[in-house]
């Protein structure tokens, strides 16, 4: 136990007398390093300096671990590259898409405003009426009036998107009731934004040429202005600046309402104003701040944030008001113009029905001059037909123009493109309107024939009279509009600069729930949200790295009053970081298995460690920062030890864990890693290994005695549920609000033992809880990995079941299951009511083991789906699993799932109501599309029965009846087999008629298509069939990554009966066997229970024997194993017969021998006893394998055991009586495991007083292991009996009534039948003698029965289909946000030092941080061919690494170690390290690096010139700082410069000289084991969620050195 210490303060060295080694101890709580302190070579096993590689020169010879691309890091390249050329397409086609889309809503919204004029009189074509005169066009009423109508439905449409919204959210999810106040100011608001718009329409833009109309939609933001003005606040930087650019802004929008009213001189223009500023009201609440020095703004920043919950209550009535308030003004408008308001009513059926056009033939004297009047007698008329039909195409190119830019728009937004494709369009919209229709009304004034095929000739812009461009220029105010259109830019130049998540939410993005259609850019720019900030901004980089520092240190006495800080806000900027729990389950994995594993992980620790070390180290702000944690919970992990039953020790499996560490970072770093061995903690449930990652991760293995705490795998999440929400969250001394804001952002990423994925598979599921913070769990798309015929068939099986039914499931309602083996769970909705707390239900009913053991992933997503959480599916995340690769492991997983799935599903919908009402996501209809699902899923066994018997039919034509006859019969044996027969002999059975029915479907699939070739494509199952595998194969086309496994779809076809029938059966009627099926094996036994089981069959085979027929004769006769007979003869001893047998009669020997195995008995038994009575005495000292009161039990009283071990002590081992003394042993102090060899020289640890009463009392409370009672065990099993008896009873039935009605329905058909009206077949028949032509026509006859299941199983298809198509468009825009497209950036060259870094912070830290190539050997030199084979080093790479060096372990000390050696001058300086092949050697790249290296450690010499000292994480100031080890730091008396400060003092903080953490060889620091309380890492990274509450006497006391001031900890 040389190794074993109990948590000392300070490592060795560090204590009372080590004063030189704090140099440079001065820190700070903006320390800027998170490595450890001591040296690599520090003694801290027991004098062993492993870390010193001393090869010998004849074992130079080197195995690197070649990199295997297997599963996720199997080659994407391709993917890659084709998701980077949708992003560019998408951003063509977005642009495209928004920016026509919105010139068009723009331009036949002025059209359809030019037609609103009264008496607008325009020059007519004469193509058609005469080519040397001229004429003219007045509009009569009828189609003013169609396009009045027209512009009131083209305003009308959004509001009424808007309503249904409004009233979908408020019915199906939560609304909040404004106050009344607020609703009245938004009413207001609304009111005069509706009545302006109806001014605009109808009175402004007719009065006004289209060009003027196009340029005044740019005077629509003063209000805006106004409100953003107010809003500065003084905490902006170049606030003055941006207040005169307002105020220049809001007067140029100002000239713009007056401009033409003063110019112009006509009275209706003065409506001008009046208009555009209650417009602009309506954009009001995006430009309002609670923080706004205005007390006015303030409260209607008030108001804003109270709409966030109001919203889509107040929009319900303010849709509906709108609408008419609307049509009203129209109609007042229309009464003031001198009009009947009547005739809009009256007039409607001839304005969209046929009327004439009068057109008026001018006066050759006129000159094409139009006269004031048209009514002279001398005028001719011509009557022309009205195109009425195009008010129609104008509205409908109105309405979708507008929508689809709207639509677009915001998905630029959702998919992070919004810069190019949705601001740059949005604002080019009035410019390209302008310049059309300044091209158009010029070619028009010039040839009023030009558009006669297009347009009809009396519709047309109200064009400007004599328009010339030098007029434009003048006349126009083209100069004016200049300035209109640059202060609009700046009031919405928001929308330049977005900040919004991947996926954001509609009412992240937009302020109005809908649009404006006919003012689609104005409404796309001020409508879209100011104020969608990140919710870590960068200026609180400085306070979290503050917060995460203070975790740091100790303080003399810990307070939690909360009263000290009043003043302090109550939630941290820190409580927001994305906190990631990977919480695997493990218990017999393989070595390949785990392998994938670990390295998964080590991914997510690379990845982690460098986001850290960019947003620390190159104060960049990374929006998917995350803090990470491994923990992995070992079932069943001890078993008897090897050379005594008394002690226990890690199973072969936990030593595999151990040693396949090193094997997996090595793969993964590319390089030979060895991790430090872990450090071990005696546990109350068993034990604890705890690793450092070389990302300076935790890894915590937690191994579970089945003895100590309950197994199984709900047990296990039971056990890290409580464990990390419960103790190491709840229990902090923080405030509420703060832990609410921690547990929201805190999320466990649930794995198995065998689970491979990215780093990116994680942050996707990330961004979907981000998006919704109702959502409680996401998963991602899980790819089985193996070999074979089975493996083949889980690909199409898992294939189909992601891409339809999940896609459907998330589409329409929620996922029901989201899979233990990769899904991410918030941690705040498992804490909810009615979900932990009932997770931890005991199955004591026959129905628990099926819906809670057997199915514990499906059953924790039902609650809390039950809760009103929303599980979500993310096809782009992907993840492998290991499946089953034999028949017989894969009908026993099935065999589990079948059972609780079902009951999981029925569980939900026998609760429809109450979830329909709590949860917003589930509606009635998806409950409806379950209730098929399950029908379809009970009913699946009869389906393939008759699927099988009219196969039979039309592959081997035979009868109805003969098929029948059949398929019954091997179908009832089976059934009978699983009745009563062993489960192997029913998987054996299962297995051979699985392979009888695959060649029989195969002659099944050649009949079908016979049959099919006679009936033609237009029977109802050609239409089923040719559907169903068209929707397949344009499913795998959506799937272009997953698409070849629509090639095992054969297999699939084949395994059908098997699947759907057999395995169905096999599930039902095995319903009562309980057991996990999958990766069992043996157990490991004592010595007495060996001896036991042996003695046991003698017993067996003794009862057999006394059965037999002459046992009468044989009583009283001893039994040893010889036999001799009554009669028995022999010849010449070649052989012997025996009669009559008996067993020879015992000799005395035998009997002694009897006897002393009796006392044997007795006197173990009274060792019982004593130990039971004097608990301190001899057996207390043993670690027994029984479970103890202090293990968990319930009964705290410890005579109650008695009887229990009178019968079970008995298999204690004969080395307990031997008398050579034993080592006292206690599973918390010093256990056998912990002495292991196979568990590595690691330190050991104990875990802190507060932490072992938690596990004790969580044991003791929820999870004591469950004792055997036969009784209990025996009614249980009856109690599954008797579920399995009723379960296949009724499913039995259910199936049987099926098949008897459809299969009589068919036997039948001729008299009761559907005809089916497609798939006709004529006959043509000609009789020669009558010269008769007879034409028959030949219909095919349905069941009923039948035909409703056929469109039950099609409608379940389309449903399927349609939603699994709108996932995939959800999918492709969640990867396209998540894809970067450097060339579509900014170049390089054109960007500023900072934003090349910024932009490039997280890949520049990944490759200096490399492990690999640490040592100057940057080139893998592995290339082939003639001439890199020979030019291979391999001589000089041998002779490279035979020389002794100090192996850097930890990612962040390999990144500083070249962070230190950049530098620009990279001719002068070698180190300088290759970055990647696309930032290879940049200067610019370089340059920016070492100019933010300078930045970085000037500060720190700034800091360092400050006294250190820190609060502690909540809050708590700290008379004296502790260091990273938990020693004092050493302090200097008096006043010392740092005029001289290095480089490397910057990095060196924690008290160590600098030469012994960089080397000249290269240097590196400890990677310290896991310090659970007290942090010896001083690491930023790992989740420290967790009281520091330590022994109560391990305390920290203070005294001065009075040599040279240097304080001293000590314990």
């Not at 002279?376 to 129609?392: E, F, G, K, L, Q």
């Not at 100031?1517 to 080890?1525: E, H, I, K, S």
Request: net charge neutral; hydrophobic share 40%; aromatic share 10%.
């Amino acid at each position: 136990m040389s190794a074993m210490r109990h948590r000392p303060m300070a490592p060795p060295g560090q204590g009372a007398g080590a004063g030189t080694a704090g140099e440079h101890g001065d820190s700070d709580d903006n320390n800027f390093t998170d490595d450890e302190s001591s040296p690599l070579t520090h003694d801290i096993y027991g004098g062993s300096q492993r870390t010193i590689q001393e090869t010998k020169g004849w074992d130079v010879f080197r195995d690197p671990p070649i990199k295997i691309e297997t599963g996720s890091t199997a080659n994407q390249e391709c993917l890659e590259l084709t998701v980077k050329i949708l992003k560019i397409f998408a951003y063509v086609i977005t642009f495209i898409i928004v920016l026509t889309g919105g010139v068009i809503a723009k331009g036949t919204m002025l059209f359809m405003t030019s037609q609103v004029r009264k008496d607008k009189k325009m020059e007519y074509c004469n193509k058609d009426l005469g080519r040397d005169k001229s004429f003219v066009v007045r509009l009569p009423e009828e189609e003013r009036v169609a396009w009045i109508w027209a512009l009131l439905i083209a305003y009308a449409l959004p509001e009424i998107g808007a309503l249904i919204r409004s009233a979908r959210i408020c019915f199906f999810k939560t609304f909040k009731v404004p106050r009344t106040g607020h609703f009245l100011f938004v009413w207001l608001m609304e009111s005069m934004s509706a009545v302006g718009m109806a001014l605009l329409m109808f009175v402004v833009l007719p009065q006004i040429d289209a060009i003027q109309g196009a340029m005044l939609t740019n005077c629509l933001c003063v209000v805006p202005g106004i409100f953003g003005l107010l809003s500065r606040t003084s905490k902006e930087g170049k606030r003055f600046v941006k207040v005169i650019i307002d105020l220049a802004a809001v007067a140029a929008q100002v000239t713009g309402l007056v401009i033409w009213p003063l110019l112009e001189n006509r009275r209706e223009l003065w409506v001008i104003p009046v208009a555009c500023v209650m417009i602009s009201c309506g954009w009001w609440e995006n430009y309002v701040s609670p923080q706004s020095p205005l007390g006015l703004v303030r409260a209607l920043g008030r108001i804003k944030e109270e709409m966030k919950y109001t919203r889509y209550f107040c929009h319900i009535f303010l849709s509906i008001w709108k609408i008419l308030l609307f049509f009203t003004v129209t109609l007042l408008i229309y009464w003031a113009q001198g009009e009947e308001p009547g005739n809009l009513f009256a007039m409607y059926g001839d304005a969209f029905g046929p009327h004439k056009i009068i057109v008026y033939e001018l006066p050759a004297g006129l000159g094409g001059v139009l006269p004031d009047t048209l009514e002279s007698a001398n005028i001719d008329t011509v009557d022309v037909d009205a195109a009425y039909n195009t008010v129609v195409y104008v509205l409908l190119l109105q309405i979708f123009g507008a929508y689809l830019c709207y639509i677009f728009g915001k998905f630029a937004c959702k998919i992070l493109i919004q810069g190019f494709s949705y601001a740059f369009p949005v604002s080019l919209t009035v410019p390209l309107s302008v310049t059309f229709l300044i091209a158009a009304c010029g070619i028009r004034i010039d040839d009023p024939c030009f558009f006669h095929d297009t347009i009809p000739d009396y519709l047309f812009f109200t064009s400007p009279s004599n328009f010339r461009f030098n007029n434009f220029v003048t006349e126009q105010m083209a100069w004016a509009w200049i300035l209109w259109l640059l202060s609009q830019t700046w009031i919405a130049l928001h929308i330049w600069t977005p900040k919004c998540e991947r996926l954001a939410t509609t009412e992240k993005l937009f302020v109005q729930p809908m649009y404006s259609s006919l003012l689609i850019d104005q409404s796309m720019a001020l409508n879209r949200r100011r104020d969608d900030q990140a919710d870590v901004k960068t200026e609180d980089l400085s306070e979290i790295e503050k917060e995460k520092g203070d975790e740091y240190y100790e303080t003399i006495s810990v307070h939690t009053d909360r009263s000290s800080a009043p003043n302090k806000p109550s939630i941290k900027s820190s409580d927001n970081i994305t906190r990631i729990y990977s919480c695997a389950t493990m218990w017999h994995e393989t070595k390949d298995e785990m392998i994938e594993f670990l390295k998964s992980i080590m991914r997510m620790d690379e990845d982690q460690c460098a986001r850290r070390v960019a947003q620390k180290y190159l104060r960049v702000l990374d929006p998917d920062y995350y803090e990470f944690e491994t923990h992995i919970f070992f079932d069943d992990a001890f078993e008897i030890s090897d050379h005594s039953d008394d002690d226990i020790q890690c199973n072969r499996f936990v030593k595999l864990l151990i040693a396949t560490m090193d094997e997996a970072a090595s793969e993964i770093h590319q390089t030979t890693i060895r991790l430090r061995p872990p450090k071990k903690y005696p546990t109350p449930y068993g034990g604890r290994l705890v690793w450092t990652l070389p990302g300076k991760t935790k890894f915590i293995t937690h191994l579970k005695d089945k003895d100590r705490i309950r197994h199984r795998k709900r047990w296990s999440q039971v056990m890290y549920m409580y464990y990390l929400l419960g103790h190491r969250l709840m229990e902090l001394p923080i405030s509420v609000d703060r832990k609410d804001a921690i547990a929201e952002n805190t999320y466990l990423l649930t794995l198995d033992g065998d689970i491979d994925f990215k780093p990116n598979a994680v942050t996707l599921l990330v961004d979907l809880m981000k998006k919704n913070k109702n959502l409680g769990a996401a998963c991602g798309r899980i790819h089985p990995v193996g070999s074979g015929p089975m493996v083949w068939y889980q690909l199409f099986e898992y294939a189909i079941g992601h891409w339809l039914q999940k896609a459907t499931e998330h589409m329409i309602g929620c996922v029901l299951c989201s899979p233990g083996c990769f899904s991410l769970f918030r941690g705040k909705a498992l804490m909810d009511d009615n979900v932990m707390k009932k997770y931890t239900t005991r199955s004591d009913e026959a129905r628990h083991y099926v819906q809670y053991d057997q199915g514990e992933d499906r059953w924790l997503c039902t609650l809390l789906l039950q809760r009103g959480y929303r599980v979500e599916y993310s096809a782009a995340s992907d993840a492998y699993t290991h499946c089953p690769e034999g028949f017989n492991e894969f009908y026993n997983q099935r065999r589990r799932w079948v059972p609780s799935t079902i009951a999981n599903i029925m569980d939900l919908l026998a609760d429809a109501k109450r979830t329909i009402k709590i949860n917003d996501n589930i509606s009635l209809l998806y409950i409806f599309y379950q209730m098929m699902l399950m029908g379809g899923t009970i009913l699946g066994p009869g389906t393939i029965f008759l699927m099988l018997v009219g196969a039979f039919v039309a592959a081997f034509r035979i009868d109805n009846w003969t098929s029948f006859h059949y398929n019954i019969v091997p179908i009832l044996a089976f059934m009978f087999i699983c009745f009563t027969c062993k489960s192997n002999i029913q998987l054996f059975v299962a297995q051979v008629l699985s392979t009888a029915y695959a060649l029989i479907m195969m002659a099944v699939i050649v009949g079908t298509a016979l049959q099919l070739g006679e009936d033609g494509i237009g029977s109802p199952s050609a239409i089923f069939l040719i559907s169903m595998v068209g929707s397949f194969f344009i499913a795998a086309c959506l799937h272009p990554q997953e698409f070849w496994c629509i090639t095992c779809g054969l297999i699939y076809l084949l395994s059908i009966p098997s699947m759907y029938l057999l395995l169905i059966l096999y599930s039902i009627i095995n319903l009562n066997v309980v057991s996990w099926g999958t990766r069992e094996v043996v157990a490991k036994k004592t010595k007495k229970e060996l001896e036991a089981e042996k003695k046991a069959a003698e017993e067996a085979k003794k009862r057999v024997k006394q059965k037999s027929m002459l046992s009468f004769l044989q009583s009283g006769i001893g039994d040893n194993g010889d036999e001799e007979g009554s009669v028995e003869f022999s010849l010449a001893g070649l052989f012997r017969c025996i009669f009559c047998t008996h067993g020879k009669t015992s000799d005395e020997k035998q009997q002694l021998t009897s006897i002393a195995e009796s006392l044997d008995t007795i006197k173990t038994r009274m060792d019982t006893i004593e130990s039971a009575v004097d608990p301190h005495g001899h057996h207390a000292s043993r670690h027994g394998r029984r479970r103890t009161t202090s293990s968990g039990s319930k009964d705290h009283h410890l005579l109650t055991s008695v009887a229990e071990k009178s019968g079970d002590e008995s298999d204690e081992s004969d080395s307990d009586t031997s008398a050579e003394p034993k080592q006292e042993r206690d599973f918390l102090t010093n256990p056998y495991w912990i002495e292991d060899p196979d568990v590595r020289k690691g330190e050991v640890d104990f875990l802190s007083s507060t932490e072992i009463q938690f596990w004790k009392d969580l044991i003791d409370q929820y999870l004591y292991p469950i004792d055997n009672d036969p009784v209990e065990q025996a009614r249980i099993a009856s109690d599954l009996i008797e579920l399995r008896n009723k379960s296949v009873f009724a499913f039995f039935m259910a199936n049987a009534l099926f098949v008897l009605i459809v299969f009589l329905l068919q036997l039948n058909k001729d008299k009761l039948h559907i005809i089916w009206p497609l798939g006709v077949k004529t006959n043509i028949t000609y009789i020669e003698e009558t010269s008769e032509v007879h034409i028959s026509k030949e219909y095919l006859q349905l069941e009923p029965i039948g035909l409703v299941f056929v469109f039950f199983f099609a409608l379940i298809l389309i449903i399927q289909f349609t939603a699994m198509l709108f996932h995939r468009f959800g999918t492709i825009s969640h990867i396209l946000a998540s894809t970067e497209l450097n060339f579509c950036k900014k170049k390089s060259e054109d960007l500023t030092q900072d934003q090349l870094i910024d932009k490039h912070a997280v890949e520049i830290v990944k490759n200096l941080q490399r492990l690999q190539g640490i040592d100057g050997d940057y080139d893998n030199d592995s290339g082939s061919g003639p001439d890199r084979i020979a030019r291979r080093k391999t001589i000089q790479n041998l002779e490279k690494a035979r020389q002794p060096r100090r192996q850097i372990g930890t990612l962040d000390v390999a990144f500083k170690k070249r962070f230190l050696k950049l530098t620009a001058d990279a001719e002068n300086n070698p180190a300088t390290p290759i970055l990647t092949r696309r930032l290879t050697m940049r200067a610019e790249t370089i340059r920016a690096l070492e100019v933010r290296k300078n930045s970085v450690m000037a500060e720190r010499r700034k800091s360092a010139m400050q006294t250190l000292g820190a609060k502690n994480e909540y809050g708590i100031t700290t008379g004296a700082p502790v260091n990273n080890n938990g020693a004092l730091p050493n302090q200097r008396s008096g006043r010392v410069s740092n005029a001289g400060i290095s480089i490397k003092d910057v990095f060196n903080v924690n008290g160590g000289a600098a030469e012994q953490i960089y080397g000249s060889n290269g240097g590196g620091t400890i990677n310290q084991g896991y310090e659970h309380v007290i942090d010896e890492d001083g690491d930023g990274n790992s989740l420290r969620l967790t009281t520091r509450n330590p022994h109560p006497h391990h305390q920290v006391s203070w005294s001065q050195n009075t040599n040279g001031g240097n304080g001293t900890g000590r314990l």
